[in-house]
Nanobody, 116 residues
Framework: QVQLVESGGGLVQPGGSLRLSCTVSGITFKWYDMNWYRQAPGKERDLVASISHDLGTGVYADSVKGRFTISRDNAKNAVYLQMTGLKPEDTAVYYC?????????WGQGTQVTVSS
């Protein structure tokens, strides 16, 4: 059974930081490209950041470049999203995604709310 479990979301003030984690089980994690998506109320789910299976550098949406950093630890079957300089427009449910060939898996999401 494949499981992706996100954690680390919460309420933070503008300018603050959060670190999201996603722990993965049931797949050969090191084969999979890993992604973070987010979905704000009434909007589509958008790709935020990606990191390839071979530990290449992260690729980011323009809206988060310079503020967010994606990383992974293949020994721990985990992917992370360090978020700094958070803005109210970063408020969304953040989802972890694993992708390898035609296999795609999603986590249940974690809520991030940026508000004063």
């Amino acid at each position: 059974q494949v499981q992706l479990v996100e954690s680390g979301g919460g309420l933070v003030q503008p300018g603050g930081s959060l670190r999201l984690s996603c722990t993965v089980s049931g797949i050969t994690f090191k084969w999979y490209d890993m992604n973070w998506y987010r979905q704000a109320p009434g909007k589509e789910r958008d790709l935020v950041a990606s990191i390839s299976h071979d530990l290449g550098t992260g690729v980011y949406a323009d809206s988060v470049k310079g503020r967010f950093t994606i990383s992974r630890d293949n020994a721990k079957n985990a992917v992370y999203l360090q978020m700094t300089g958070l803005k109210p427009e970063d408020t969304a449910v953040y989802y972890c995604n694993a992708h390898w060939t035609s296999d795609i898996y999603w986590g249940q999401g974690t809520q991030v709310t940026v508000s004063s």
